[in-house]
């Protein structure tokens, strides 16, 4: 099982260059907001003491608690449906109000829950009303005679779509609204408020299928979040990419005093570059990589907490900033990491967790649990996160629903068993230690518990000196193929932006998009079934060295295929999703091959050849997809580096 020890080392660097090289950001300049209000479609109410009467016409509604007009049975609550059209996807800054008129002066509470269960205005009286089990969204107290009351639910809200609430109340006084659509324009309204993007940073693209939408993908009960590490952010210094603190310090061998000299560089590979920008540029590049993953149609991220203090703190508090601003209901699940947080006492951390679990973007389940993932959850003892789920509770108001993520899930899963919502494991990252995905799966299911797989692309570590042998795309379409069969409720994709240890899926400058379009398409499958290919796309990935090449700089530490990894190999590959089949030709070095490509999804892999590498398929004598590599193969590489690039036809 592959080990996710962190030296911490890109962390600590991060912190120290933040004290002394950080831009001061300038004044963003300021965006006017844009409002759309839309009428109810259908509203509503229904009233416990008229259990089968329909109030369908009434010009008002009423909401009241069980003991309303000092009956034990006079419950009223009223229900309002929406339909959502024309926000844009690349809205940000995004506030919904649900706007009632009141009747009367009174200093009652009303409360909205979002309502998923079927029901229409005609026909929905006490006894034929939908449920009204979900939890509350927003609430508002005190309401006067002719003004408009604004309750929140941005929470439930995620762009275009339809959207219906119920209104509740606990107080024994009615409250009387005149928002009834049979009163005119004083009827319900919803209000969505936003900011518009600036679209340059929408990047999602052409892909072999149609992706569905975003409300159709989240409508899932299956989740995907992507592992986001704080250590490297899009940007650390607001510099062009040419020469900011990833292209001086960590992707050079001698960079950051020489410290990461014995291992050719800390980095491989870095995320997509970017020019200065204006503003709080640290906020404005967590909301773009908060878009990038929902343009690949994840449900948010599981954020790696390093520590409670640092400037990783910071950070972490800043995505979920960024996610409530771009889209509250891409989610953030709170994964505390207990090797950086090993030496932080309970009450501290609990005082943490809490502050995050403040948002609405914090991942929480239907009950309201806040979902906690810790990273090597063993770290701790189960009597201990028994223990802080107590004090969560007591002391914060919170109930927290665990899903420890373990680095040895069959060592330690009876002792979790009883304080866990679900279970996890880091996972390995080659084929071979990935062949039989759906037996912990199968354990944790019988055990009555949800299982969040990780999916994983590959795993290189120069500074630990070891790496994985992924297979070009083989480990990253066997760790789907392990979610799909195994029903796993959650996938992980394990890593977004763990740069150090090369896992990334996120947008990089070695494989842009190529690992995310991929994961589209095994996501789409997961959630909905798999799509018809629509589009002719070709891959192709493949390292810029043989495994064995010795690197031209005086480099020490070299790494080591890692023990259980399958066995090294110098392959490209050619990953093709068709809609029909036609003629690969590929060339490696000068040499040109040709096989023949079903329709669907195939991979077909060749040798390593110093040079340049391409692929092209043709059916009827016409070029369908083509890719070229722009990623140069060479028998004598500067320093060592396993890292898989990735080029697609479509970008």
């Known amino acids: 099982m592959a080990n996710r020890y962190r030296t911490l080392l890109g962390a600590a660097a991060g912190v120290a260059m933040l004290a002394t090289a950080a831009v001061a950001p300038a004044q963003a300049s300021a ?24 109030f369908a016409t009434a010009t008002w509604v009423s909401v009241c608690g069980t003991a309303c007009g000092g009956a034990t049975a006079g419950q009223r609550a009223a229900l309002t449906r929406f339909k959502v059209t024309g926000i844009p996807q690349d809205a940000e800054d995004v506030k919904v109000t649900l706007d009632v008129v009141s009747a009367r002066t009174t200093d009652t509470t009303v409360s909205v829950r979002p309502v998923t269960g079927a029901w229409t205005e005609a026909a929905t009286t006490w006894n ?26 941005s929470s439930a809200v995620k762009g275009d779509g339809t959207y219906a609430f119920a209104l509740t109340g606990t107080d024994a006084t009615t409250t009387v609204l005149m928002s009834s659509r049979e009163s005119g324009d004083r009827g319900p309204k919803l209000t969505v408020t936003y ?17 569905a939408g975003t409300a159709a993908l989240r409508a899932s009960a299956k989740k995907v979040f992507a592992h986001y590490f704080s250590p490297y952010p899009i940007s650390l ?44 540029y640290a906020l404005a590049d967590l909301k773009t990589e908060v878009r990038q993953a929902i343009a690949a149609g994840l449900d948010g991220f599981t954020v790696d907490i390093l520590s409670v203090t640092s400037a990783q703190w910071t950070r972490v508090q800043n995505l979920v900033k960024a996610a409530e601003a771009v889209d509250p209901g891409f989610k953030i699940v709170l994964m505390p990491d207990m090797n950086g947080l090993s030496s932080v006492d ?58 420890p993520t373990f680095v040895d899930f069959n060592k330690h899963r009876d002792a979790f068993a009883s304080i866990s919502y679900g279970f996890s494991n880091w996972g390995s990252r080659s084929p071979a230690a990935n062949a039989a995905l759906t037996t912990n799966i199968d354990r944790a299911h019988g055990m009555g518990k949800i299982w969040m797989q990780p999916v994983s692309v590959q795993d ?37 932006n763990d740069y150090s240890e090369n896992t990334q899926f996120a947008p990089s400058r070695n494989a842009g998009w190529t690992y995310l379009d991929i994961s589209a398409y095994y996501l789409t499958c997961y959630k ?58 590929v060339t490696i070095g000068g040499t040109t091959q040709t096989y023949d490509a079903p329709a669907g999804v195939s991979a077909k892999t060749f040798p390593l050849k110093a040079g340049t590498a391409s692929a092209s398929v043709t059916r009827s004598s016409a070029v369908v997809a083509k890719v070229v590599s722009p990623y140069a193969i060479s028998a004598t590489p500067y320093v060592q580096d396993l890292h898989y690039r990735a080029a697609s036809s479509e970008r």
């Open 128 to 153: 034929t009303r939908p449920a009204l089990s979900a939890p509350v969204i927003g609430s508002h107290t005190g309401f006067t005679a002719g003004a408009t009351a604004k309750l929140d639910v």
């Open 346 to 403: 309970s009450a501290a951390f609990a005082t943490a967790m809490a502050k995050l679990a403040a948002s609405k973007s914090v991942y929480r389940l239907a009950d309201d649990r806040l979902v906690v993932a810790p990273f090597k959850a063993e770290g701790r003892t189960a009597a201990w996160w028994s223990d802080w789920m107590k004090t969560m509770e007591t002391q914060h108001g919170i109930k927290v629903a665990l899903v």
């Open 460 to 496: 290189e570590r120069p500074n630990q000196s070891i790496f994985d042998e992924a297979g070009n795309t083989e480990n990253l379409r066997a760790t789907w193929k392990g979610a799909i069969d195994g029903k796993a409720e959650w996938v992980q994709l394990t890593t977004w």
């Open 195 to 211: 900011t518009e993007g600036t679209g340059g940073e929408q990047t999602g693209g052409p892909l072999p299928f149609t992706l």
């Open 31 to 54: 965006v006017a907001p844009v409002s759309v209000t839309f009428a109810a479609a259908e509203d509503v109410f229904v009233s416990q003491a008229e259990p089968a009467k329909s």
């Open 528 to 585: 909905l079934g798999c799509p018809k290919i629509t589009n002719d796309t070709a891959y192709l990935t493949h390292r810029v060295q043989p495994v064995a090449a010795d690197p031209s700089y005086a480099q020490t530490k070299l790494m080591k295929l890692r023990d259980g990894s399958t066995a090294a190999r110098d392959t490209v590959e050619v990953l093709t999703m068709l809609t029909a089949a036609g003629k690969v030709s």
């Open 237 to 280: 210094d607001n510099q062009a990419p040419a020469g900011d603190y990833y292209a001086r310090n960590y992707l050079k061998p001698d960079g950051e005093s020489g410290k990461h000299a014995a291992y050719g560089g800390l980095l491989r590979d870095r995320p997509l570059g970017r020019d200065p920008i204006t503003g709080d």
